[in-house]
C-alpha cells in the first residue's frame, strides 16, 4: 500500500512569489491534515480536511494560505504572496474514517515538503 | 488547552545504553498519546499509541512507553539503544476535545544521539 506522498520535496522560492504544496493521501483514508515545523520550533496543525470539507482550519496563520481538497482526494496548499516567516518543513497527513467514537484513528505522515523562502 | 512537553531538546546515549525520552502533557480529557520518530531526510513514522487500554504499550524497533496519569506522563524507554535509533522524537496527544479525529499537538522534540 502506497504510503502519503507531497511534491515537490524541496522548494526554494523568493518572497512574494507563489508555491503549491501537494499532498497525495493513502488511498481510502477520508482525514487529510496539514502541519508545518518552522525551523527550531514544534510542528504545529494547520487545517483538517474530512473529505472535501474543512473540518478544522484554526491553525491557518492568515489569507496567504490556502488549502483545498477538490474531490475528497488529494489536496493543495497554497501560499501567496510568500514571505521568509513561511519557510519551514510542511508535512501533509492522512487516516481512516473515524468508525467508533472510542477510537482515535493513527495519522500516517508524508515525507514533507521543505519550503525556502529567500 | 492541550499541551504536550518533552523534556530536552538533546539526548545522547552509548551503544547498548537505555533510551529514556521524556514527556509530559495537559488535557482535560482522557488523552490518546503518541510517539512519532522522524529519521534524517524521511517524513514521521509512529512508534506507538495510548489509546485508553493498556499503560504500557509496545511499538515498533523496542521502544515502549508508559502512560501515567498520576504524573501526566508518557516517557519513552529502549532498554538498549542501537545506532540506527539515532533520530528526532516527536511525543504528540490528540485533540479531542470536540471530535475524534481531531489535530495532534507536538511537542517539541527530542534529537536523540547514539555514541558508539
Known amino acids: 500500500e502506497a504510503g502519503v506522498t507531497q511534491f515537490p520535496s524541496h522548494s526554494v522560492i523568493e518572497k512574494g512569489q507563489t508555491v503549491t504544496l501537494r499532498c497525495d493521501p493513502i488511498?481510502?483514508?477520508?482525514?487529510l491534515y496539514w502541519y508545518r515545523r518552522v525551523m527550531g520550533k514544534e510542528i504545529k496543525f494547520l487545517l483538517h480536511?474530512?473529505?472535501?470539507?474543512?473540518?478544522?482550519e484554526s491553525g491557518m496563520p492568515n489569507n496567504r494560505f490556502l488549502a483545498e481538497r477538490t474531490g475528497g482526494t488529494y489536496s493543495t496548499l497554497k501560499v501567496q504572496p510568500a514571505e521568509l516567516e513561511d519557510s519551514g518543513v510542511y508535512f501533509c497527513?492522512?487516516?481512516?474514517?473515524?468508525?467508533?467514537?472510542?477510537?482515535?484513528?493513527?495519522?500516517?505522515f508524508g515525507p514533507g515538503t521543505r519550503l525556502l523562502v529567500l | 488547552a492541550q499541551s504536550v512537553t518533552q523534556l530536552g531538546s538533546h539526548v545522547s546515549v552509548s551503544e547498548g545504553a537505555l533510551v529514556l525520552l521524556r514527556c509530559n502533557y495537559s488535557?482535560?480529557?482522557?488523552?490518546?498519546l503518541f510517539w512519532y520518530v522522524q529519521y534524517p531526510n524521511q517524513g514521521l513514522q509512529l512508534l506507538l499509541k495510548?489509546?485508553?487500554?493498556?499503560?504500557l504499550v509496545k511499538g515498533i524497533n523496542g521502544f515502549e512507553a508508559e502512560f501515567k496519569k498520576s504524573e501526566t506522563s508518557f516517557h519513552l524507554t529502549k532498554p538498549s539503544a542501537h545506532m540506527s535509533d539515532a533520530a528526532e522524537y516527536f511525543c504528540?496527544?490528540?485533540?479531542?476535545?470536540?471530535?475524534?479525529?481531531?489535530?495532534?499537538?507536538f511537542g517539541q522534540g527530542t534529537e536523540l544521539s547514539v555514541k558508539p
Open positions: 497527513a492522512s487516516s481512516q474514517s473515524v468508525q467508533r467514537l472510542t477510537v482515535q484513528e493513527t495519522q500516517y
Open positions: 488511498s481510502g483514508h477520508d482525514n
Open positions: 480536511f474530512v473529505k472535501e470539507s474543512k473540518q478544522d
Open positions: 488535557s482535560s480529557v482522557p488523552p490518546y
Open positions: 495510548y489509546t485508553s487500554a493498556a499503560t
Open positions: 504528540a496527544v490528540s485533540d479531542q476535545r470536540y471530535y475524534q479525529g481531531g489535530k495532534l499537538i
